[in-house]
Structures are given as C-alpha cells and as structure tokens.
C-alpha cells in the first residue's frame, strides 16, 4: 500500500489564482480530512469527509472547498488564493469513521506559499 | 469545545536522558487523546492514544504517557531518549460528543543532544 499520498509537495501561488490540492488513499478508508499547518498553532481541520459524497467543514473552512466523488480522493481547492493560505497542508485518513475509533494516518504534506 | 496546551515550545535533551513532554486539555467529559510525532519534512505519525481503561499507556518507540483526570493533563515521556528522538511532538484531543474533529496543540519540538 502505498497508504496517503498528496501532491504536490511544493506550490507556488499568485494572490487571486487557484489550485487543487491532491489527496489519494488507497486503505479503503471512510474518513478522509484536511489540516493545515502554521507555526505556532498545530494542526487546525479545514474540511472533512466521512464517506463519498458526504463532506463537512471543520475549524477553518473559509477559502477552501472539498468534494468526494470516490472513497480514494479527496481533493482540496483554493478557488482565489490569499497570503494568509500559505500553509503546510496535510490530508489524513481513517478506516472507521471518526477520530475515536481508528489510528489516523497521514500524508507528507504540501508546502503551499501564495505571493 | 475542546483545546490542547502544550506549554513548552522548546526542549533540549542530551541523548540518553529521560524526556518528559507536557498537555494539557481543557474539556468536560472524558476526552480521547493523542501524541503524534512529526520527523522533519514528514507527516504525522501516532505515538500512542487514550481513549478509557489504564490510565498509563503504551505507544511506539517506546514511548508512554499518562491520563491524569485531576490535573487535566496527558504527559508524554521516555526513559532514555536516542538521537532519532529529535522531531516535533503534538498532543491532540478528540471530542466524545464530535467523533469526527481532532484539536491539536500548538506542539513541540525537541532537539537531542550528542
């Protein structure tokens, strides 16, 4: 298994243009979830997803939007890009839905800066 | 709503050495509860968890950490730390009440000397 991959590792932005995060699993998990990462704060949850077709917004939802089309990806996408989006993004998944209940796994990250 | 403390930003052990690393959480009822460990340039990587039962746990890399209901706390330690020690450390709790959302501490991150 090649578990959580993200891509890419590394991006570039201009204020105002838009991008997809990429998020792929192949564990067959049902939650899938995105975090993003900034000094000083830990981790702070953007969106999550429980299931294909089912998405909800976590603690930090504005600017970003998710969709689950397939258990195996969960993309994130910045529709207009903002300074304050620079951030090191992580995607995780879990078997079971829920925190609780199943070890989350996580991915390498994406290491976004917007100009 | 839940939230996590870790008051140290900053440690530095010498290899060998005993490490403890603080949390503290700020929730009613019984919280589930986390150390992840981050390697430079990687992602999260879960030490150990607490969800009921002993309140001394067991995790990877021979890691353990304690639940104190009284002092709200959930401290990470190691009896003798190796040089592959060296990372950022987050406590997270999860909320009974909110199976689905994870809050993490600002965390960290220890440095281990020769």
């Known amino acids: 298994n090649a578990g959580v991959t993200q891509t890419p590792k590394f991006q570039v932005l201009k204020t105002g243009q838009s991008m997809t995060l990429q998020c792929a699993q192949d564990?067959?998990?049902?939650?899938m979830s995105w975090y993003r990462q900034d000094p000083g704060m830990g981790l702070r949850l953007i969106h999550y997803?429980?299931?294909?077709?089912?998405?909800d917004q976590g603690e930090v939802p504005n600017g970003y939007n998710v969709s689950r089309s397939t258990t195996e990806d969960f993309p994130l996408r910045l529709l207009s890009a903002a300074p304050s989006q620079t951030s090191v993004y992580f995607c995780?998944?879990?078997?079971?839905?829920?925190?609780?209940?199943?070890?989350?796994?996580f991915g390498p990250g994406t290491r976004l800066t917007v100009l | 709503a839940q939230s996590v403390t870790q008051p140290d930003i900053h440690i530095t052990v010498s290899e060998g050495a005993s490490l403890e690393l603080r949390c503290n959480y700020s929730?009613?009822?019984?919280?589930?509860l986390f150390w992840y460990v981050q390697s430079p340039g990687q992602g999260l990587q879960l030490l150990l968890k607490?969800?009921?039962?002993?309140?001394l746990v067991q995790g990877i890399k021979g890691f353990e950490a304690e639940f104190k209901r009284s002092q709200s706390s959930f401290n990470l330690r190691k009896p003798s730390v190796h040089w592959s020690d060296a990372a950022e450390y987050f406590c997270a709790v999860g909320e009974e009440s909110n199976d689905y959302k994870l809050s993490f501490g600002a965390g960290t991150t220890v440095t281990v000397r020769a």
């Open positions: 997803s429980v299931g294909a077709g089912i998405t």
């Open positions: 995780a998944s879990s078997y079971l839905s829920g925190v609780s209940t199943d070890t989350q796994y």
């Open positions: 564990m067959n998990h049902e939650y």
């Open positions: 929730y009613g009822a019984t919280p589930y």
């Open positions: 607490y969800f009921s039962g002993d309140t």
